[in-house]
């Protein structure tokens, strides 16, 4: 599949399943060493298992970590650097969603999902951002289409991915005199355990539940990665502070 990232180290937080997973194996594929973060124990050993037949040179690391905790975020960073010696590419991919009608929502989901989705996203870009400085590296955050435009039963979810998307193009701002990049990649509906376990409100409106998955259906992750990993690589150079919608053409429409 190539070595494009021969030599270069990632980190990889939701690496445990869906689009976290994908991204893990492609970059191990290209050569990278990638650190997989996860709460998920069992997802872990589950994507070492496939890690292992990676045709790279790179190595991977998984680490268990629950991203709501700012501490937990800044190991993650200092485990990836302890262990491979750099830090070339954060992938924030970890994220949990609350499906219900927003008077529904309750103080402990919210904050826990603004943890997860949000703060963590900005505490590892903040202990990550001095390394990759130092290699000029970059960032690729996965928002949602669900950042761009109002989505039903998800609103504090909108509410997160809305400020990934803000993180991504103040962070790409603030570092445009320098090499360091950021960027975001926002699917929409795509086969991910979050999409096979939301359990949505038995009288939503099918009519606007269905601005949640593009027209042409669901996206695979293994579509979020191989986007991810152009957008990690050398050869996306010039771009910074872009948000790339992978959605079947919902936003547009």
Not at 17 to 27: D, K
Not at 193 to 200: D, G, P
Not at 221 to 229: D, Q, R
Request: hydrophobic content about 45%.
């Amino acid at each position: 599949m190539g070595d494009r990232f021969e030599g270069k180290v990632a980190l990889i937080t939701g690496a445990g399943s869906g689009i976290g997973r994908a991204v893990t194996l492609r970059l191990l594929d290209e050569g990278a060493s990638v650190l997989a973060v996860d709460v998920d124990a069992a997802g872990l050993e589950d994507t070492a298992g496939f890690g292992a037949l990676a045709h790279g040179d790179g190595e991977l690391a998984t680490a268990i970590a629950d991203l709501s905790d700012p501490d937990a975020c800044v190991t993650a960073v200092h485990t990836a650097v302890g262990r491979f010696g750099r830090l070339d590419v954060l992938g924030n991919v970890a994220g949990i969603l609350v499906a219900a009608h927003a008077t529904d929502v309750t103080r402990e989901q919210y904050r826990k999902l603004m943890a997860i989705n949000l703060d963590a996203p900005f505490f590892l870009s903040q202990a990550a951002i001095p390394h990759l400085l130092q290699s000029e590296g970059n960032i690729v955050n996965i928002a949602s289409n669900a950042g761009l435009q109002g989505v039903p039963y998800v609103v504090a979810y909108c509410m997160s991915k809305g400020g990934v998307v803000q993180l991504t193009r103040a962070l790409a701002t603030e570092y445009l005199k320098t090499p360091l990049r950021v960027n975001a990649i926002a699917p929409a509906g795509t086969r991910t355990n979050i999409a096979a376990t939301a359990a949505f409100p038995a009288d939503l409106d099918a009519e606007l539940a269905g601005r949640m998955v593009g027209h042409r259906g669901m996206t695979e992750p293994e579509e979020v990665a191989a986007l991810f990993a152009y957008l990690a690589s050398d050869e996306a150079r010039s771009v910074t502070g872009a948000i790339y919608t992978i959605d079947n053409g919902l936003t547009a429409s």
